[in-house]
């Protein structure tokens, strides 16, 4: 049975923009197959000599992920999109905090999200509605 639901119109993004974007998409989509441990390791390699990423910088990340993949805006989307936000900032030289954890309110469940500038990017939930499990944040 599938659960009708209604996926936002994304924003335009331009060609070159589009294009890293879909190359973050397929990176995310392998490297979400991985085991937690696996993902955790390869992101810390990942951010290596990167700036931390501003909140817009993360935002535009998120925004051009949602615009080229029908996947990672799905309601299961959230590792996928996640993941290729976080390295669509790398290729740009920065990186988020990436977050993966569950709801602490009810429904209960796992997610994974982006932050920076210490808050969380564009989910639609208050602070503290998330709590992390596994985190990697911009290197120190």
Do not use: N
Not at 87 to 115: D, M, S
Request: net charge positive; proline share 11%; with cysteine.
């Amino acid at each position: 049975m599938t659960t009708p639901s209604a996926l936002g119109r994304p924003l335009p993004v331009p060609l070159g923009r589009r294009s890293s974007a879909r190359l973050a998409v397929v990176l995310a989509k392998l490297i979400a197959k991985l085991p937690p441990r696996r993902i955790k390791a390869l992101l810390r390699v990942l951010r290596r000599g990167a700036r931390p990423a501003s909140y817009e910088q993360a935002k535009s990340a998120r925004d051009a992920v949602l615009a080229v993949s029908l996947t990672c805006r799905g309601p299961q989307g959230c590792l996928p999109r996640s993941l290729a936000a976080a390295v669509l900032c790398r290729f740009g030289g920065t990186w988020p905090t990436w977050c993966a954890g569950v709801r602490v309110k009810p429904p209960f469940g796992a997610h994974a999200w982006i932050e920076a500038e210490d808050r969380l990017v564009d989910e639609g939930a208050p602070s503290g509605y998330f709590g992390r499990l596994l985190a990697v944040g911009p290197p120190e």
